[in-house]
């Protein structure tokens, strides 16, 4: 079980971070996680132009907004950090599919995943979405969902690196 603070030390590539620790966020990461999150929906973007672009206050806008539920049972946010940066984070959120049509399900929603282009390849990705797969299956959840753009090969290939399948193809008609 994850407790507060969860630290690995990774084998891999010159470049990548070798030291880290998983905690929760706080309220003092508010600044990193508005760099991250621009950082993400930059790439994104690169990856795809037709990621929806973000207003100028976006990053800071997100980031208030997660300091906002770090305290709400249904929700968590991680962060790696290293030598005292925080280098990634990671957003869940308990989903209820309670509908009279369907048998009842509480499933998990891992919302957002960013590691910095600096810290990949250490397993620090694979270490947040163990902090979040923990959290859930001690909230009772079934499954866990989430959205991978479909231009991000890196990404999908991640997600199914850490036991993600296919599961719904989300498709676009432009008008």
Known sequence: MLSGRL???????SSCVT??????AQTHDEAALARLW???IAELHML?????RPIPSAATLYAARLMNV??????????AEADGDVIGFCLGALIDLQSDLFVPAESGLIVDLFVDVSARRGGIGRALVAALMDWFKRQGAAYIELNVASGNANGRTFWHSVGGTDYQ???R???
């Open 7 to 13: 630290n690995s030390t990774i084998i891999c590539g």
């Open 19 to 24: 030291d880290f620790s998983i905690r929760r």
């Open 38 to 40: 621009g950082a993400m």
């Open 48 to 52: 795809d132009p037709r990621q929806p």
């Open 70 to 79: 770090l305290d709400d049972p249904g929700t968590r946010v991680f962060v």
């Open 169 to 171: 193809i989300r498709m």
């Open 173 to 175: 008609i432009e008008l």
